[in-house]
């Protein structure tokens, strides 16, 4: 089956500093690629939508300029948690959709600490 | 936008019997109706899906009901075993577009020995 992708698997951040997160369709080209986080004990939120060479689409309540988005190619998009504070620490989790739609590819997810 | 409710939030069940688990959805234009399993730190698996121009799907033990009059799903998992202990997430979406999952809140399977 296709394969996602997401580096790092963890990562422990200072508040204010911002990290990038990065989520690959190893096998596939992905034409829209998805972002979700996911507290303790708590379900899968849709954070964006990112597709190709265009602007990424954000839920309700999800900052852009926090959370910024770029998908450089078919097969790469990245996630930017920019002066990142304690409540940002979550599980986060990109999954990749191919042409045509079909079923999700979900990536093993990054669980960001915030100190 | 798209609301999916999903019970029980937990369901315990012995080891060999069967467990169900509901999920009803608000936008009537959703047509994608995925299952998930997750265990504790890793990637959502999906299990089973259906589409909205069908009314059941089986694989194995594990099969899926749609109604869309009703607007609801259900998984039912028979002849439980110890694996399959896990949290159970319901999705929906409008497939084969650019729209993300809506997912369910999730049910925490126990299967007791």
């Known amino acids: 089956g296709a394969v996602v992708s997401q580096h790092p698997s963890w990562v422990i951040c200072k508040s204010g500093t911002s990290v990038k997160i990065e989520c690959r369709s190893l096998?596939?080209?992905?034409?829209?690629m998805f972002w979700y986080r996911q507290f303790p004990k708590q379900s899968l939120m849709l954070m964006a939508t990112?597709?190709?060479?265009?602007?990424?689409?954000?839920e309700q309540g999800v900052e852009k300029d926090k959370f910024l988005i770029n998908h450089a190619s078919l097969t790469l998009s990245t996630l930017t948690v920019t002066s990142a504070h304690p409540e940002d620490s979550s599980f986060y989790i990109c999954?990749?959709?191919?042409f045509g739609g079909g079923q999700d590819y979900f990536g093993p997810g990054t669980r960001l600490t915030v100190t | 936008g798209e609301n999916v409710e999903q019970h029980p939030s937990t369901l315990s069940v012995q080891e060999g019997d069967s467990a169900v688990i509901k999920c009803t959805y608000s936008?009537?234009?959703?047509?994608?109706f995925p299952w998930y399993k997750q265990e504790l730190g890793k990637r959502p698996q999906l299990i089973i899906d259906i589409r909205s121009n069908v009314g059941e799907k089986k694989d194995q033990r594990i099969a899926v009901t749609l109604n869309k009059t009703a607007k609801h799903f259900s998984l039912h998992i028979t002849e439980t075993q110890p694996e399959d202990s896990a949290v159970y997430f319901c999705?929906?979406?409008?497939?084969?577009?650019?729209?993300?999952?809506?997912f369910g809140k999730g049910t925490h399977l126990i299967i007791q020995p």
């Open positions: 936008d009537s234009a959703s047509n994608y």
């Open positions: 096998d596939f080209q992905a034409t829209t």
């Open positions: 999954s990749a959709r191919g």
């Open positions: 990112s597709n190709e060479g265009s602007k990424a689409t954000y």
């Open positions: 999705a929906a979406t409008l497939g084969g577009g650019a729209d993300g999952l809506t």
